[in-house]
């Protein structure tokens, strides 16, 4: 597969945990139940995966390979590079509220229902900024010899870390909790 599909592929998979994260915060809100395991795992998911495996391929590679051939994308590469920062200190709000939640019960279901829907509300705009924006820059700027660098990179044939064998742990992941996300969204059991 080639660098822009891998990077697609991986907006729709945090695209598809951002969409279970609204489910749960929407239930939140109506007081209504869900599976605290789910959410946990689906945290547990946004706050690795795009930390080890996607971001590094955006900050470490594909943005200064577009700052090599243009300066037109700087002022978007800086925005892009402190949401990545800033994203990865929401999910730790995030991540503490459920704390609170799960010990404190419903008096804190507002907040972390708030922390959870300012953070997909970010990421969702974080994505889309660098599919309609980014994306379309490196498409015209880059050169061919720029797409074979990023491909063998994105495959892991430079860097181990961003491969196959981390994909496949990622991909063990995301399958479990589609299987235990209740339908519509997976194929878990109701609650
Ligand atoms: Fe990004
Ligand atoms: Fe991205």
Redesign the pocket.
């Known amino acids: 597969m080639k660098a822009l599909a891998i990077?697609r592929q991986?907006?729709s998979a945090?695209a598809a945990i951002l969409h279970g994260l609204e489910f749960i915060g929407a239930k939140l809100e109506r007081g209504e139940h869900f599976d605290l395991k789910v959410l946990r795992a689906m945290l547990f998911y946004i706050d690795s995966f795009?930390d080890r495996f996607?971001?590094p391929k955006?900050d470490g590679y594909l943005f200064p390979t577009i700052q090599k051939r243009t300066g037109a994308a700087d002022a978007v590469i800086a925005k892009l590079e402190d949401e990545h920062h800033q994203g990865m200190l929401a999910i730790r709000v995030v991540e503490q509220r459920l704390l609170h939640y799960e010990e404190g019960g419903a008096a804190y279901a507002t907040a972390l229902a708030e922390s959870l829907h300012g953070y997909i509300e970010s990421y969702r705009r974080?994505?889309r900024t660098?599919e309609e924006v980014l994306l379309p820059i490196a498409e015209q700027v880059l050169q061919a010899e720029d797409w074979r660098e990023l491909d063998s990179v994105f495959t892991g044939h430079r860097d181990p870390l961003l491969g196959l064998d981390a994909r496949q742990g990622f991909e063990r992941i995301f399958t479990h909790i589609v299987s235990i996300m209740p339908a519509p969204l997976g194929v878990g059991p109701a609650n």
Do not use: G, K, M, V
């Open positions: 990077l991986e907006h945090l795009p996607h971001h955006e974080h994505i660098e």
